[in-house]
């Protein structure tokens, strides 16, 4: 079977931490591995424009900086497609068909629609974009032909739907046009949905609770020595929770054996800190300090590429508009053949 990739994110905001190591440290891997046949990565404006269509200049204005993330962080545009979604109307045509297939009452049930309900806080006045929106993201899959898709924990139900979706079309019009999609997910469970530094909900740009790929060095310091630790660890001598501590949660996704040797050489590992920490005498600044070195170590780099990149729009632009038409001219292909299947081959009455 082709290998394909697909993954991408809303351009609401700059990229931030939860999506460096939910989804964006998984694409520099299977960057690197190759033996993939595309790989593509989509800048979903579409979808944002589904909670945020009184507001188009926020997601229009987000979509490049989206990108310059991207390429920071080490995206190569010469082995990764990154496209607009709207800019390939092939996915909305197919995104109208699949809606025939999928019920409300499935939509409902879909537990990241509850929970991303749940975070913007609507009641009876939902976009029928919002809640359609899983039926949008299996057209984005499916379009390409998508094998593997790089995603956080939170995502597994979107992927659910979609081979559902994928099920459906075949049993119902008898042929099988899809392929179906896998999802891939971070190797340590801890990334699958990184924690936001209030420690309440996961990392979010509308909850405010994130570092970016982008803060300088001195916002991300500040952040840092922000976040939630134990609310019971008061004294440096009092025993500390490791478990739903936001430093500790952060290291665990972030930290190396040879950091210690760098910046905290008094221990081996990360396991020699928790267990100090637990049995008291390490107070909450020292672990701070260490966690903040550790991410200017990641970021510093990401920030000086961005300066760099920011230098050239225009091409960073004529990049993401190439891409989305060869996008279309796949994604067309797909159509084709999915009509073909429903029965909707108009064209060959004009062939007589």
Do not use: W
Not at 225 to 245: C, L, Q, R, W
């Amino acid at each position: 079977m082709k290998k394909i990739i697909l993954t991408g994110d809303r351009p609401t905001g700059n990229l931030h931490l939860g999506h460096y190591v939910g989804s964006v440290a998984n694409r520099l891997k299977l960057q690197e591995e190759g033996g993939y046949e595309k790989f593509y990565i989509m800048i979903a404006d579409t979808q944002a424009l589904t909670d945020n269509a009184d507001n188009v200049d926020k997601v229009k204005n987000n979509i490049v900086q989206v990108a310059i993330d991207y390429l920071s962080a080490g995206i190569d545009p010469n082995k990764v497609d990154i496209f607009i979604q709207s800019q390939v109307p092939e996915l909305a045509e197919m995104t109208m068909y699949f809606m025939n297939l999928v019920t409300v009452a499935r939509l409902n049930r879909n537990p990241t629609v509850k929970d991303e309900l749940k975070l913007r806080g609507f009641n009876a006045s939902i976009p029928v974009g919002f809640l359609c929106y899983p039926i949008s993201q299996a057209a984005d899959i499916l379009a390409f032909g998508t094998t593997i898709v790089p995603v956080g924990e939170d995502q597994l139900p979107m992927i659910e739907q979609t081979r559902e979706i994928l099920r459906t079309f075949h049993s119902t019009y008898g042929k099988e046009v899809f392929a179906a999609p896998n999802a891939l997910l971070p190797e340590k469970k801890v990334c699958g949905r990184l924690v936001g530094l209030d420690g309440a909900a996961k990392m979010s740009k509308s909850l405010g609770n994130c570092i970016f790929l982008k803060d300088e060095p001195e916002v991300v310091k500040q952040k840092v020595m922000s976040a939630y630790t134990d609310p019971n660890h008061i004294k440096v001598t009092d025993p500390g929770k490791v478990e739903g501590n936001v430093v500790f949660e952060y290291l665990d996704a972030f930290c190396k054996d040879e950091h210690f040797g760098r910046y905290l050489p008094e221990y081996a590992n990360l396991e020699e800190l928790k267990a100090h920490y637990r049995k008291g005498g390490l107070g909450d600044v020292k672990i701070k300090l260490f966690l903040n070195n550790i991410l200017q170590e990641l970021l510093e780099p990401i920030r000086q590429k961005r300066k760099e990149l920011e230098k050239n729009i225009d091409a960073i632009y004529e990049m993401l508009f190439e891409n989305s038409k060869k996008a279309s001219e796949v994604a067309a292909k797909t159509l084709k053949n999915m009509k073909d299947a429903m029965g909707l081959d108009y064209y060959k009455f004009l062939k007589k």
